[in-house]
């Protein structure tokens, strides 16, 4: 007997399935050509430059939707350990913010008179739309694992042994692709996959449309970066 896409689900999670589903747009987001650069070591520095300053000012914004994230665990989740993988994600980000810093003054690049690129503050006024207490514990999770996910799947791919990242951009790649961030990463699916389960149709529906609008904000931001 054929099972169905619920019963797949059970065994495989719904975010898999999803990532399967719509793997073109999954492997744009995570196969970039500006993360493929890196990775053969042609990236165009003024580039990479521009990603730095840009993903510093989304951080920032990504800052208090993590937290919103938390503040939904609190009040909605039906398991308490949520909260603290949301809060370990906050602690990461607090040193993220001070590498940014430390990085930026490496690169000469002066975050104090950086202005965002339309493609970054629209995907902070996305990040702002996913804030609201109207917004679904179940969404939410959903969006917060599919943003840090293409950036775990981006750099680890420019880790992998036949890569050629260039030696100073390394730490860069690191930052996201290293293990523990990967076991993150899958936390975080495990909690979005559990609500899913027991989603209502509506609600796998918005879950679904907002992991779609994650990875196309994704590859514009690499674009953007690309310039
Ligand atoms: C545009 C974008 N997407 C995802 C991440 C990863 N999350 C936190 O660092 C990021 N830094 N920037």
Sequence with gaps: MEAGLEQLAEVEGTTALWLKK????????????????????????????RWLGQDYLFV??????????????????????????????????????????????????VLSSIA??????????????LMGPNVEYTVAITALWAIELVYQQSFAHCLEEASRTPPELAKTCQRWGNEGFGQYCRSLQKIAD???????????????????RVLEHEVEFWNMSQG
């Design 194 to 212: 559990r609500r899913l389960l027991r989603a209502t149709s509506e609600e796998l529906k918005k879950a679904e449309a907002t992991l779609l």
């Design 22 to 49: 719509h793997r073109l747009v999954y492997t744009a987001a995570t196969r970039h050509p500006f993360i493929l650069s890196i990775r053969d070591g042609s990236i165009d520095l003024n580039s990479f430059k």
């Design 116 to 129: 965002p690129q339309k493609v970054n503050e629209d995907y902070c006024r996305f990040l702002e739309s």
């Design 60 to 109: 920032r914004a990504f800052v208090p939707f993590v937290s919103s994230v938390l503040l939904k665990a609190y009040h909605e989740s039906d398991n308490n350990s949520d909260m603290e993988v949301f809060l370990s994600g906050l602690a990461a980000l607090n040193d993220e913010i001070k590498w940014f810093k430390k990085e930026a003054s490496k690169w000469g690049v």
